[in-house]
C-alpha cells in the first residue's frame, strides 16, 4: 500500500476554503485515493473518492494532477464544525480494502 | 452508506479481564474489518473477519489475544482478552460496501475502552 504525507495541522477561519495537499509518490495503478474525517470520539467518517482528475461531491472537492502523485482535499467555506481530524488513504479498491491510516491532518475552524 | 452500531459504546474493565465488543450492520456485507485506536494516534487494522472461517490478523495481532467471530454476513464480535492498560483503545468495525460505482469502507461509531 503506498504510503502517505500530509501536514499535521492547519489552521483556518470559517468561511474560508481550506486545502490538505497529500503526498503519495509510490501510488500504484490501480490505486484510489480516498478521504475520510474523523471528529473527537467518533469513527472516521468517508468524504470523497477519487481515481484522477477532479471529484466533487455536496462536502469537497478532490483534486488529482495527472501524475497522481499528489492530491488536494478542498473544502469550500469550513465552519466551526468542519474541526476534525482528515485523513488521505491510497490504496486498491479491492484488494480486501485493507486500510493504511497515516497520521491525518488536524484541523482546527476559529471563529 | 450502512447503518452500523456497536456495543457496548464505552466501558471501564478491570485488567485481566475480558470484553467482547459487537458489530450491526442493517445490511449485508462481505468485507469486515477491526482497527484499534490507540489515545491520540490513528488507526490501525486488527484483522479482517472472514465470514464462515477464522478470521485473518495483521502483524502484531493474535487470535488468543483477540478472538473474532463473524456468524453470519451482518454481525461480528471482536473480544479483547486478559485485558492491560495498554489495551485501553477505541475500537471500531469497518464495513466494505459499493458506491458510486467503487468499493468504500464505512465505521462504526466505536468502542471506547479503558482498562484499569
Known amino acids: 500500500l503506498a504510503k502517505t504525507t500530509q501536514p499535521i495541522s492547519m489552521d483556518s477561519y470559517e468561511g474560508q476554503e481550506v486545502n490538505i495537499t497529500c503526498s503519495h509518490n509510490n501510488i500504484a495503478t490501480n490505486d484510489y485515493i480516498t478521504w475520510y474525517q474523523q471528529f473527537p470520539s467518533q469513527g472516521p467518517r468517508f468524504i470523497i473518492q477519487?481515481?484522477?482528475t477532479k471529484v466533487t461531491n455536496e462536502v469537497a472537492s478532490l483534486f488529482i494532477p495527472a501524475d497522481r502523485k499528489s492530491s488536494t482535499l478542498s473544502l469550500p467555506r469550513v465552519s466551526l464544525s468542519d474541526t476534525a481530524v482528515y485523513y488521505c488513504l491510497v490504496g486498491p479498491e479491492a484488494a480486501g480494502n485493507k486500510l493504511t491510516f497515516g497520521g491525518g491532518t488536524r484541523v482546527l475552524v476559529k471563529p | 452508506s450502512a447503518v452500523i452500531s456497536q456495543k457496548p459504546s464505552r466501558d471501564i474493565c478491570q485488567r485481566g479481564t475480558s470484553l467482547t465488543i459487537q458489530c450491526q450492520v442493517d445490511?449485508?456485507?462481505?468485507?469486515m474489518f477491526w482497527y484499534r485506536q490507540q489515545p491520540g494516534q490513528s488507526l490501525t487494522l486488527i484483522a479482517t473477519a472472514n465470514q464462515g472461517s477464522e478470521a485473518t490478523y495483521e502483524s502484531g495481532f493474535v487470535i488468543d489475544k483477540f478472538p473474532i467471530s463473524r456468524p453470519n454476513l451482518t454481525f461480528s464480535t471482536l473480544t479483547v482478552s486478559n485485558m492491560s492498560p495498554e489495551d485501553s483503545s477505541i475500537y471500531l468495525c469497518?464495513?466494505?460496501?459499493?458506491?458510486?460505482?467503487?468499493?468504500?469502507?464505512?465505521f462504526g461509531p466505536g468502542t471506547r475502552l479503558l482498562v484499569l
Open positions: 445490511s449485508q456485507v462481505t468485507m
Open positions: 469497518s464495513v466494505v460496501l459499493l458506491a458510486g460505482g467503487t468499493e468504500t469502507q464505512y
Open positions: 477519487g481515481y484522477k
